[in-house]
């Protein structure tokens, strides 16, 4: 009786099987976000599509499902049609991709409000505005395909990869660069302008990342190399970085910090992504999650913030995902500053991986196209977009008093405290006036959005790097102002207001503990390894910083 049952069941497992060998998977299209939340929220009301494809294949599409061209694109259409019949268009065979044709309203216009950039282009008081202009910012990354509102702004381009080719197949580099230093573009399907924090810089197209996002690490530090080479030529004062791999050694050995630190001493600044590690899947804080090359302590290392969508800072937060410091190995503060990361609204790379496959597509079409990304990867090119700002106001700035222009200027979350945000969120309109006139006049308070912020004043360097090595005597000197205010005391201690005492340990409020061993609350102990989650891809390849 028992065989029988068996044979039985076993009948009854192959038919099940058999049938769901031959059941053919059913098809579903590709969707943007606003596509897919619409096709859980169905609704009768007739919506806008964008179709890739041949005036003939969309013409018959349209007529199959009743829908009405309303815009013939070079690679596609925009179509209308009733909001009820999406499901069945997105099951069509013939259909593999379909976006909304939906309004940009700009991630990148809040972030041009909350990071002050706004106040920077217009002018502060007698200070003329600035744009960027004349300064050269090397974006390392996946390169950069031809856009709109890139036009004019790329003066070399270089592929580190082998692959004979600088576009951008991936779409990270891109995205980056409109970050950077986009130009002003409008259209039917962007609400109001859209620039990069930077809109008048040039940009260098280095390509180190290949096709899939990730690169070798030699590859990246060739591309450092060649900045330097070549800095003079195209009067290069920046290099970005919004790439990195997990720090495995002390940032004294790793090849990659010290490419960084060939740079900064060659008078380029570094700005690198913190990462994306600071928390696990169950959403525990894990620290001393810093990135290479962001644990180097001549980089300035950029954290995340989530502005909320509104140009208002009272409500920007770290986001929390965004790395925190210290650095493993050398137990360097970390991040250095924090910028808006958080679903930023940037240029799309036509027929790129990132829109392709994940969906990231937000509006516009072929050379005009915008996409959205969170990440320190985003954070870090806004940075760098506003360290040219501060460099155009005053170019005679070495990178170590570009990072404390931008440190002194920021405003300090103590939510987040030192090791999460750094000196604070950042404001260009006080960076450039701390570069322009000192960092006495640039402590005064900005209106930003409605709200008065007051640039906190705090600036730092970790313990271990010695100053003196750029140039710094016992003290630092900016035009005839000491930097050192009362904010900050240091001489072989740090007096930190009521949030840091510094000698042979630190003891930061209740936060953190550090003597020989680091006891990180009850959330995370660290004995001596780090918690790495099983994102992080731990190999001799530089992994984007997305």
């Known amino acids: 009786m028992k065989a029988r049952r068996m044979v039985g069941l076993a009948a009854v497992l192959l038919l099940v099987l058999s049938a769901s060998a031959f059941a053919a998977p059913q098809h579903r299209a590709r969707l943007s976000h606003d596509l897919a939340t619409q096709l859980a929220t169905p609704t009768l009301d007739a919506i806008d599509l964008i179709v890739d494809g041949d005036q003939a294949s969309i013409q018959a599409l349209a007529a199959k499902y009743g829908a009405s061209v309303k815009r013939q694109l070079k690679h596609g259409a925009v179509v209308r049609v009733a909001g009820s019949l999406l499901d069945a268009l997105s099951q069509d065979p013939d259909v593999a991709h379909l976006s909304g044709d939906v309004r940009v309203r700009g991630s990148m216009a809040v972030s041009d409000v909350s990071t002050g950039a706004l106040l920077a282009w217009a002018g ?8 960027g202009r004349g300064i050269g910012i090397a974006v390392i990354d996946s390169g950069i395909s031809k856009h709109k509102a890139l036009r004019g702004r790329i003066v070399a381009s270089v592929d580190f990869t082998g692959n004979g080719s600088a576009d951008d197949r991936y779409g990270h580099g891109t995205h980056v660069a409109g970050i950077i230093a986009a130009g002003e573009t409008s259209g039917p399907h962007i609400e109001g302008d859209f620039q990069g924090i930077a809109p008048d810089a040039n940009l260098l197209n280095l390509k180190a990342l290949e096709d899939d996002g990730s690169g070798k690490t030699s590859d990246v530090i060739a591309a450092i190399d060649w900045t330097i080479e070549n800095r003079d030529r195209y009067a290069v004062r920046i290099i970005n970085l919004s790439l990195g791999h997990p720090a495995m050694e002390p940032s004294g050995d790793d090849p990659l910090c010290q ?14 992504a913190a990462g994306n590690f600071g928390k696990l899947d169950d959403g525990t804080r894990v620290l001393a999650g810093i990135e290479s090359p962001g644990n180097s302590p001549y980089a300035i290392t950029v954290g995340a913030l989530n502005t909320h969508a509104t140009p208002q800072r009272s409500d920007d937060e770290v986001t929390t995902y965004s790395s925190w410091g210290p650095t493993a190995y050398d137990w360097h503060i970390k991040p250095d500053v924090v910028a808006p990361g958080n679903k930023i609204v940037s240029l799309e790379a036509r027929g790129a991986v990132l ?34 700002l501060v460099l155009q106001a005053n170019p005679t700035l070495n990178p170590a008093q570009v990072k404390l222009a931008l440190q002194l200027g920021s405003t300090f979350l103590p939510a987040a405290g030192l090791l999460g945000g750094g000196a604070g969120s950042v404001n260009f309109a006080s960076a450039v006036q701390v570069a322009a006139q000192g960092p006495i006049s640039g402590l005064e308070p900005v209106e930003v959005a409605g709200e008065l912020v007051t640039p906190t004043g705090v600036g730092f360097w970790p313990v271990s790097f010695d100053p003196a090595r750029i140039n710094w005597t016992d003290r630092i000197i900016w035009g005839d102002r000491i930097i050192w205010t009362d904010r900050i005391i240091w001489t072989d201690r740090i007096i930190w207001t009521d949030r840091i005492i510094w000698t042979d340990r630190i003891i930061w409020t209740d936060r953190i503990i550090w003597t020989d061993r680091i006891i990180w609350t009850d959330r995370v102990i660290w004995t001596d390894r780090i918690i790495w989650t099983d994102r992080i891809i731990w190999t001799d390849r530089t992994v984007y910083g997305d």
């Not at 597509?361 to 985003?378: C, E, F, I, K, P």
């Open 259 to 272: 490419a960084v630190e060939r740079a900064v001493r060659a008078g380029i600044v570094v700005v690198a």
């Open 355 to 388: 829109p392709r496959e994940y969906a990231l597509h937000v509006a516009g079409q072929g050379n005009d196209a915008y996409m959205m990304l969170s990440g320190t990867s985003m954070a870090a090119a806004m940075v760098s977009g506003g360290v040219a």
């Open 124 to 131: 502060l008081g007698e200070l003329p505005g600035v744009t």
